[in-house]
């Protein structure tokens, strides 16, 4: 794989566990060596550096913060321990975790312990420790994937207006889609050690490269096609169609549950409906053909029709399909 | 919410817990006290005189040279195998943690007699040693191996799950924040594990002091000379010398007494940053 981080850009790398994308931060970082390949920052060659001479900010999912030390003195670490005569002075040092302690919005609680602190502040105050080193690159690794769904939502708008106010380089790393999409100028979809594809959030959503990254970027339906140009062809319906380059006349067409029309009668799917699930405002509805074939359909609340419910046979019908070269 | 406990009468906790008191009043306290009544049944004076024999002070002066000795080089081995084994990966931990572990299954009086077996007259090494003039068994070096021996494991024990549980991870953000080496064992590391440590170096020092079957092996009773506190206590109670055997061994007894004292504030105090829960 090969991929150009932008500086000052924040990357995403998304992928399911074991695609490698911790990995390749631990590289990035150098804690892990590669067998082959190359690492360079700015044109320097980064394999040949040590981690202390690539000044790299790490933060981790377990938060790894110092237990016997002050929230202060956390941040305080990395300038503390830089070889004599890059030091800074004492009063700098205590400037600057200051400074820190206000930008994470934790400027009281410098005294603490990190058993003391929730988990949200606690990873507030492990970024501010890596950000302490001043780091020409800023690594994330599933920094939220321990903390509760609510707490990951405030911390992920958080995380991107600390990037944009501090403007350094950020590679982030994350199995979820969501947060991904949320945060990062681009996202790298990967998938068992190989880049999937590359790209902004809207760029993957409207022209994802692959079944893979459109199946991992949120839920989908499946169908079998007959693809002529920009028209698939199911039985007895059709429907428009972004066909890859590539693609067979006999294929899978891939389409999203909030592009799937549901209705009672008229060409589509014939399916039964299983399960009918209300979320907020939309309605999500299971439903099972008569081959087994599994569909999900979202449809807003408002536009449901009466007398939905489990065992009651409806029609399926694609708006808009993908269809993937093989 | 309510937590769903089993009903049971009051009557019969109060009788388990009233056994189990009875019991330990019997078998631990009664023995405890009756040491120092023991000690002082001719009054404080004959107290004194027999702690200030010249034998007592001599086998005080012992036991204080192996445990001096003997528990620094235990704490540093159990720290740093501990940190090998809690901190890397490599081939033979297994065997190394039941190495560590063997003298705790290991009667005191074999953890003696291999010495012997070693450095004995008719040992391996003895004769090649003794044309040198180098003797091992009998003297202070026989006694000072011997408790190495025995009290190889309570350091390195106490350490290693605290260890294995602390992981890396501040290891690894202390790599990525610019610590060099001697920062991250120094600033990291080390202070993880001091309490645990501390508290492993007095269990390791209790029993230093305490051991007496494989010093007895070892030792060769020589009076003034190789007899440590606890074979002196044995030495005047054969004598039928009660008061001075009882005296000494109140000297151990309260160095119990302390390392109990310590140990709970330890445990109450630093209950998060010591691994007891994991020690067998």
């Known amino acids: ?326 | 919410m309510r937590a769903v406990t089993p009903e049971r009468p009051k009557g019969a906790a109060w009788l388990i817990v009233g056994a189990a008191v009875l019991w330990m009043g019997l078998t631990i306290l009664l023995p405890l006290v009756s040491v120092f009544i023991e000690a002082f049944r001719q009054g404080a004076g004959a107290y004194v005189a027999a702690i200030k024999d010249p034998d007592a002070l001599a086998a005080i002066a012992l036991t204080l040279r192996v445990a001096v000795l003997a528990v620094p080089l235990n704490a540093a081995f159990g720290l740093a195998a501990a940190w090998a084994i809690a901190k890397f990966e490599f081939r033979g931990k297994g065997l190394l943690l039941s190495l560590i572990d063997l003298p705790f299954s290991l009667s005191p009086v074999i953890s003696g007699l291999v010495w012997v077996l070693v450095f004995g007259a008719n040992g391996w090494f003895g004769p090649l040693l003794d044309q040198w003039g180098v003797r091992i068994i009998f003297t202070y070096t026989g006694i000072l191996l011997a408790t190495i021996l025995v009290t190889f494991p309570f350091v390195a024990r106490e350490l290693i799950p605290l260890m294995q549980a602390q992981g890396t991870d501040e290891e690894i953000a202390a790599v990525t924040l610019g610590a060099g080496g001697r920062d991250i064992i120094g600033r990291v590391t080390l202070p993880n594990i001091a309490w645990a440590l501390v508290y492993g170096v007095l269990l390791c020092n209790a029993r230093a002091m305490g051991e007496f079957g494989a010093v007895s092996v070892v030792s060769g009773h020589i009076r003034g000379l190789t007899d440590t506190m606890p074979l002196h206590v044995e030495a005047l109670y054969n004598d039928y010398n009660f008061v001075a055997a009882f005296a000494v061994a109140s000297l151990l007894a309260g160095l119990a007494l302390v390392t109990l004292a310590v140990k709970t504030v330890l445990e109450w105090r630093f209950a998060s940053e010591l691994a007891h829960g994991a020690r067998r």
């Open chain 1, 1 to 326: 794989m090969s991929i150009d981080v932008e500086p000052g850009e924040f990357l995403a790398l998304l992928g399911p566990s074991g695609s490698g994308k911790t990995t390749l931060l631990r590289v990035i970082a150098g804690l892990e060596r590669p067998d082959s390949g190359a690492v360079s920052l700015d044109g320097e060659d980064f394999l040949a550096q040590t981690p202390r001479q690539r000044r790299v900010g790490m933060v981790f999912q377990s938060y790894a913060l110092f237990r016997h030390m002050t929230v202060a003195k956390n941040i305080a670490f990395g300038p503390t321990v830089r070889p004599q005569g890059e030091r800074p002075s004492k009063a700098e040092v205590q400037a600057k975790v200051q400074r820190l302690l206000e930008l994470i919005q934790l400027a009281d609680l410098g005294g603490r312990y990190p058993r003391q602190l929730s988990g949200g502040q606690q990873q507030r105050v492990a970024l501010a420790r890596a950000l302490a080193i001043e780091p020409r690159v800023l690594l994330l690794d599933e920094p939220f994937g321990a903390l509760d769904a609510k707490v990951r939502k405030e911390l992920r708008y958080w995380l991107r207006r600390i990037h944009d106010e501090t403007g350094v380089t950020t590679i982030f790393v994350t199995h979820d889609q969501e947060e991904a999409m949320d945060l990062a100028d681009r996202v790298a979809v990967l998938k068992q050690g190989r880049i999937e594809q590359v790209g902004a959030p809207e760029a993957l959503h409207e022209h994802p490269a692959s079944a893979f990254v459109f199946d991992f970027l949120g839920e989908s339906n499946r169908l079998p096609c007959h693809l002529a140009g920009d028209l698939a062809t199911f039985d007895g319906f059709a429907a428009p169609a972004v066909a890859a380059p590539g693609a067979a006349a006999q294929t899978t067409a891939w389409f999203r549950p909030h592009e799937t029309e549901l209705a009672f009668d008229g060409p589509g799917v014939q399916a039964v409906v299983e399960g009918v699930l209300n979320q907020g405002g939309l309605v999500r509805v299971e439903a099972r053909a008569a081959d087994g074939a599994g569909f999900t359909v979202d449809l807003p609340r408002v536009l449901t029709p009466a007398g939905l419910g489990v065992g009651v046979p409806v029609r399926l019908r694609p708006r808009r399909v993908f269809v993937f070269a093989e």
